[in-house]
């Protein structure tokens, strides 16, 4: 019983002090959506800096990043990337050692959370299990001391937009893992607030649930037209509910552009092989005649990029090619030559491993970068009649689908 108390109290000044931190009052001209009085700003970095004692490198390096008026932007990146720490930093719950954070017209950066007016939804929900999902959606304007009907009109009109007005008299223990989710979305909804921020809210649910709930999550966002800041490190997330994607690495943005822009015109290696599933096939080869060999095959490189890579004192450059970028030939035909490893048969798609076939260049591989012949590919091939394990194919590799990266910087090469 002293237990439940001691667990019972310290959730309850966690939602005064931290995750229930968005003041209530709203000024005049906020615009409204589907019925709530919810406001659309936009969030801005500037040049925000987090060093940690004792670390050999920041966090978070000179981060610059505009977020438009009621934009959905996604932060996405491997562990240990800065993500979370950028996310945190915009809710106060992190110092900023340089740089600003404004949310509107407001420098946030010293902000306590609580001034913020910020709603955060974190990765395990944070549900009071006691309570029914109409009190935990409530609760932060109960303890903020907003009238009774306030708060039932708030929560009606939020569990009518997640779908949740069944479930309101249940407790969180009776939910599944989705309905979940959207009790703690709707938990962020009924505060009003200028911006939303998610961590990873999805990590906790299974791979169906998972897409089932992001559609909802991007969905809801476009309706209601709050500007979003969401963390994940799953790029197919990402790529599938951001209207813009922001790649970091080490604490350094790489690149920040929509989804296609991404895919289609990655700024460097790294970009390049973290967007795409499957990713980016990346061979670095030994320049030979204005041009490189590739699994027996010689590809012409552009006039430009052999000039950049005169530039650099290279004689070696990074070529990037999509799976679909090749194409299955008849044996005897011009081509790569592979040898397949495995294929994957995913229905609509099917994606054949192999290796390059050819005389070997003596690269090596760095970097998930890997040089000559000996080098894994993946290719999509027919899924109606795709290779069998062990076979030999030829690939013939489209000219419009090929990218060149500096060898040195990793930098993406200008080939037109």
């Given at each position: 019983m002293l237990l439940t108390?001691?667990?019972?109290?310290?959730?309850?000044?966690?939602?005064?002090?931290?995750?229930?931190?968005?003041?209530?009052?709203?000024?005049?001209?906020?615009?409204?959506?589907?019925?709530?009085?919810?406001?659309?700003?936009?969030v801005s970095f500037e040049k925000v800096t987090r060093c940690y004692l004792g670390a050999d490198r920041p966090a978070v390096d000179a981060l610059h990043l505009d977020i438009a008026d009621g934009e959905f932007l996604v932060l996405v990146g491997p562990s240990g990337c800065g993500k979370s720490t950028s996310l945190r930093m915009l809710a106060g719950l992190e110092d900023v050692d340089d740089g600003v954070i404004r949310i509107g017209d407001r420098d946030v950066t010293h902000l306590p959370p609580k001034d913020r007016d910020i709603a955060m939804v974190f990765q395990n929900y944070a549900l009071y299990p006691h309570m029914s999902v109409a009190d935990n959606m409530g609760f932060a304007l109960k303890v903020a001391g907003t009238p009774k009907d306030e708060i039932h009109r708030r929560v009606q009109e939020a569990a009518r937009i997640l779908d949740l007005e069944a479930y309101l008299h249940r407790r969180p223990k009776a939910l599944s893992g989705g309905q979940r989710q959207r009790v703690a979305m709707g938990r962020a909804i009924v505060r009003e607030p200028q911006v939303f921020l998610m961590d990873e809210p999805l990590s906790n649910l299974d791979a169906k649930l998972r897409t089932q709930t992001r559609t909802q999550i991007a969905a809801l966002q476009r309706r209601l037209g709050i500007t979003t800041v969401y963390v994940t490190h799953d790029q197919i997330e990402a790529m599938t509910m951001g209207d813009r994607v922001a790649v970091l690495k080490d604490g350094v943005l790489q690149q920040c552009a929509a989804p296609r822009v991404l895919y289609d015109e990655p700024a460097n290696v790294f970009v390049a092989s973290f967007i795409g599933s499957p990713a980016m096939n990346l061979q670095e080869a030994q320049l030979a005649d204005d041009g490189v060999q590739l699994g027996g095959a010689r590809v012409p490189l552009p006039r430009r990029v052999l000039t950049a890579v005169a530039a650099e004192g290279a004689d070696r450059v990074v070529v990037g090619f999509r799976p679909e970028a090749l194409e299955t030939v008849a044996p005897g035909e011009p081509g790569l030559g592979m040898a397949v490893s495995m294929v994957e048969e995913l229905g609509a798609e099917a994606y054949a491993y192999g290796i390059l076939q050819g005389d070997h260049d003596g690269g090596s591989s760095t970097g998930g970068v890997t040089a000559g012949a000996g080098a894994g590919v993946v290719a999509r091939v027919d899924p109606r009649t795709p290779p069998r394990k062990g076979e030999r194919i030829t690939l013939r590799l489209r000219a419009d689908g090929t990218y060149f990266f500096s060898a040195t910087t990793g930098e993406r090469l200008p080939s037109e």
């Open positions: 108390c001691q667990l019972i109290h310290s959730m309850t000044e966690t939602a005064q002090s931290v995750t229930l931190c968005t003041p209530l009052s709203m000024p005049s001209g906020g615009r409204c959506r589907e019925g709530l009085s919810l406001r659309m700003t936009t």
